[in-house]
């Protein structure tokens, strides 16, 4: 899939006061990233920032991304066979890209949807790597100035051995960030 840019431009307006000096106001429409992945509270987080944050910013260009795990030429083979690293035949990394290129295919057409539903133009962006240094590499390139996203409310146990994207990026993102929790009837 290939990533595509929202561009959106500052508009000036003049207007005179009453001391007949001229007011230059210019706005400049937000730019909101909100990042999806296959969970159920990605897609909650995206319906929130549409409901809370589009609705009331319809000049707002909306950017949806999603990361996509990089496609290893290496396999780790079962520790019985006693081999550390083996090459997987260029077949078989074909077929993984494949594979990973429809499965985000599926979660942007299902994101893509919920924005067309709400009547809320979107682009879709499809970023590759780990998913927090991508994330933060697209808010940068795209000049989001909201980033949203959701959390899946890992214990503290399970965030410290495996990390929380959502923690990461409120600290590295170079623009806000919203964090969307699950819902109560969503328990974690």
């Known amino acids: 899939m ?22 230059m106001t210019s706005t400049k429409a937000l730019k909101v990233m909100a990042a999806v992945d296959a969970s159920e509270e990605s897609l909650q987080a995206l319906s929130w920032a549409l409901d809370n944050v589009v609705r009331c910013h319809p000049d707002a260009a909306l950017v949806v991304v999603h990361a996509q795990h990089a496609v290893d030429h290496f396999v780790y083979p079962i520790a019985a066979h006693g081999i550390g690293l083996a090459y997987a035949p260029p077949s078989a990394v074909e077929s993984m890209r494949k594979a990973e290129e429809e499965n985000s295919r599926r979660i942007l057409a299902r994101a893509l949807d919920m924005c067309k539903e709400r009547q809320v133009d979107a682009t879709a962006a499809v970023v590759e790597g780990d998913a ?54 969503q328990p974690k």
């Open 132 to 185: 927090k240094e991508a994330i933060c590499q697209a808010v940068e390139r795209f000049q989001a100035g909201l980033l949203v996203l959701g959390s899946r409310g890992l214990g503290k146990i399970k965030r410290a051995f495996l990390g929380s994207v959502s923690d990461y990026l409120s600290h590295h993102a170079c623009c806000p960030v919203l964090v969307v929790k699950p819902t109560k009837a």
């Open 2 to 23: 290939e990533d595509t840019a929202a561009v959106s431009g500052a508009h000036g307006a003049g207007a005179e006061d009453g001391a007949g000096r001229a007011a």
